[in-house]
T-cell receptor, first 115, second 115 residues
């Protein structure tokens, strides 16, 4: 079974640009969560999507947005990039219903550098 | 709101020695508790979780953790550390109301294993 796939793995942007990151969950997983990981703030929850609906949201500005498609693939977008948005963005998928292991399966992340 | 404290930023353990990583959480009710491990350049992998029931939980790779409600702790232990255990370990807490996808992570403990 293929794991969680995130693309691109690395990208460099400049301030003011926008970026879109993609996440393909494990087959059959309908929940996709996004986390930001930085040396200063650690791992912070961005949002979670389930069946194309945002189910949970973290405390990030509106520049951070996401969506989920009918095949459960998800994208997140960051507009008007700031230097502080440089981070590793991790996507995690999870099963819901039965059997529900309560486990998040993480991808390897997309490392964004903002210059 | 939940919070997690991992008081040790770095820990060095000799190979074959025992390990205990500390985790204290703040939450008004019984939380979901997790330990995740992250190897360099990788996403996170679940070691174990506590939802309810037996307060001593067994995980993968020989790890175990004990939930102590009176101390608001969920310390991770391993009786004999292997060099491959060198990684960063994250304790996380989730609220039952928002599920196990929206987690608050501690700042992590980096484990170094000496020969």
């Amino acid at each position: 079974k293929a794991g969680v796939t995130q693309t691109p793995r690395y990208l460099i942007k400049t301030r003011g640009q926008q970026v879109t990151l993609s996440c393909s969950p494990i087959s059959g997983h309908r929940s996709v969560s996004w986390y930001q990981q930085t040396p200063g703030q650690g791992l912070q929850f961005l949002f979670e999507y389930f069946s194309e609906t945002q189910r949970n949201k973290g405390n990030f500005p509106g520049r951070f947005s996401g969506r989920q498609f009918s095949n459960s693939r998800s994208e997140m977008n960051v507009s008007t990039l700031e230097l502080g948005d440089s981070a590793l963005y991790l996507c995690a998928s999870s099963a819901t219903g039965t059997p529900n292991t309560g486990e998040l399966f993480f991808g390897e992340g997309s490392r964004l550098t903002v210059l | 709101a939940q919070s997690v404290t991992q008081p040790d930023i770095h820990i060095t353990v000799s190979e074959g020695a025992s390990l205990e990583l500390r985790c204290n959480y703040s939450y008004g009710a019984t939380p979901y508790l997790f330990w995740y491990v992250q190897s360099p350049g990788q996403g996170l992998q679940l070691l174990l979780k506590y939802f309810s029931g037996d307060t001593l939980v067994q995980g993968i790779k020989g790890f175990e953790a004990e939930f102590k409600r009176s101390q608001s702790s969920f310390n991770l232990r391993k009786p004999s550390v292997h060099w491959s255990d060198a990684a960063e370990y994250f304790c996380a807490v989730g609220a039952r109301s928002t599920g196990f996808q929206k987690l608050v992570f501690g700042t992590g403990t980096r484990l170094l294993v000496s020969p």
